[in-house]
């Protein structure tokens, strides 16, 4: 007789997800964005913007992480919200998972799926820039680990969003909930409306490659407050999720 | 226990304007080991009531008793992730069924091969014919082999050959003292593979019980229509 795990059911549907994307050509994709990537960052560096290294890596960061999470984003949410359309949810929800189990699942596999395609945009893109170029490897990893926790909050979003509308809306309101989560700080001392901070995820609090580049570097707890932080938002949108699918009419 | 299946009083109202009975006071009970074919007109309730079984919907009223720890469930359209293969559908479906890695794969392998994909294992799920599909989804259903299956529309889309190796499944699991409830519109399968019979019209059950005694000297089809319309011409 088996064991029942909890987590195993989860971790299964995310690996179905996870698979899709990567055999969905979303690797190609992301090696092509660190392609353009890489060759702008080392066309800007050498341009009008100056000379610096770190301009050069800043560039890149933003270009990869932008792009590798809207690629991940999109097939990512495709899969999951096409689950209803195309009716597949209907054979993974009649197997005996939890509202919980298919909600952590589901962000799991949309995190795996956005992270592949992450790591091998932001993988080209580097090595693409850094030949014959100053690396500071050890800055960029922190860079990368902070724009992870950007990751882990946005697949929340998607997987949230995918309980209710179409893949390609929820792809585009993840998208727009992603510029007002960088433009939190602005709407906050625009609006003066300080609730906003607390009500609405705060992205820009991931957006660490300007810091990198005008600042010699940072406390590691600021690291860890970074990571609890994108847990705490993540956690508090699978549990919405999951109360979402417990609704779900099939 | 010697029921595999019991649907007590199962209703179910959907909220709107007006409000619509979809199942209206259902009950009956399914003996373990046995076929039973839900047959009905379109929209008569019976993917709804297979969907409540499934655990897919909740009833409004009445209650549903399984005795069988898994059941299976083929939907009527079944959808997979196109860009994923079968075997890889199949062992990361076990996972679903908290069956372990070797298990899975043992699980996923014998039944490619009882539908007959064996040779396709390895091909993109958006790659296979509606048939293949059709077939993989009653493997998915099969998987870990369930004491209950709840079948829609399973002989939908397949050629005469390959209906009849699915019949040859489901029958086999009968044999093997798994209990089928199936919904199909083909009569003459149902009438092929049933041990008993329940009739659906406009949510309510009209009628369950033997096969044979429904459809007494005529054929299915025939004592299904003048059944539902007796005028029908």
Not at chain 1, 84 to 109: D, I, N
Request: proline share 4%; charged share 15%.
């Amino acid at each position: 007789m088996f064991k029942m795990r909890w987590w195993r059911p989860p971790l299964s549907l995310a690996g179905l997800i996870a698979l899709s994307a990567w055999q969905s050509r979303g690797l190609l994709g992301g090696a092509i964005l660190g392609v353009v990537a890489g060759l702008s960052a080392r066309f800007f560096a050498t341009a009008s913007l100056g000379q610096d290294a770190r301009v050069m890596i800043d560039l890149l960061l933003a270009i990869t992480t932008i792009g590798s999470l809207a690629i991940g984003w999109l097939i990512a949410t495709n899969l999951a919200a096409a689950e209803q359309e195309r009716g597949a949810g209907l054979l993974l929800a009649s197997k005996p998972l939890t509202a919980g189990q298919y909600a952590v699942g589901r962000w799991l596999g949309i995190v795996v799926g956005s992270a592949l395609i992450y790591i091998i945009s932001a993988l080209v893109g580097c090595l693409i820039a850094s030949l014959g170029q100053q690396m500071p490897l050890a800055e960029l990893s922190l860079s990368w680990l902070t724009s992870g926790g950007e990751l882990l909050v946005l697949a929340a979003l998607a997987n949230l969003l995918a309980c209710w509308t179409t893949s390609s809306l929820a792809s585009f309101l993840t998208l727009a909930l992603w510029f007002i989560g960088h433009s939190i700080d602005v709407l906050v001392m625009s609006s003066g409306w300080q609730f906003l901070g607390y009500i609405l995820p705060n992205l820009n609090r991931f957006n660490l490659h300007e810091t990198y580049v005008t600042a010699t570097g940072l406390p590691g707890t600021f690291y860890v407050l970074t990571g609890v932080y994108a847990l705490s938002w993540s956690v508090v949108l699978v549990v919405l999720a999951s109360a979402a699918l417990k609704k779900r009419t099939w | 226990m010697s029921f595999a299946l019991a649907v007590t009083n199962v209703s179910l109202i959907r909220d709107g304007r007006p409000r619509q009975t979809v199942l209206d006071g259902v009950s009956f009970m399914v003996p373990k080991g046995q076929i039973v074919s839900l047959i009905g007109q379109n929209g008569a309730g019976k993917t709804t009531l297979l969907k409540i079984i499934a655990g897919l919907l909740s009833p409004s009223r009445g209650s549903i008793t399984i005795n069988s720890p898994r059941i299976g469930f083929m939907p009527e359209q079944p959808g997979f992730l196109p860009a994923v293969t079968a075997w890889q559908w199949l062992v990361l479906t076990g996972g679903l069924l908290n069956l372990n890695r070797s298990e899975s794969k043992h699980q996923a392998d014998l039944w490619l091969r009882r539908v007959g994909l064996h040779t396709a294992r390895h091909q993109p799920i958006g790659r296979l014919s509606k048939g293949m599909r059709q077939r993989l989804a009653f493997a998915q259903a099969a998987l870990g082999d369930p004491q209950l299956l709840l079948l829609d529309e399973p002989l939908d889309g397949l050629d005469p050959i390959g209906r009849q190796d699915l019949k040859g499944l489901i029958l086999a699991a009968r044999d093997n003292g798994t209990t089928v409830i199936l919904c199909s519109h083909i009569l003459s399968d149902i009438d092929e593979l049933s041990d008993r019979l329940g009739v659906i019209d406009h949510g309510q059950l009209k009628f369950f019980g033997d096969t044979a005694s429904f459809r007494a000297d005529n054929d299915l089809e025939r004592s299904f229509v003048n059944f539902i319309n007796p005028q029908h011409v």
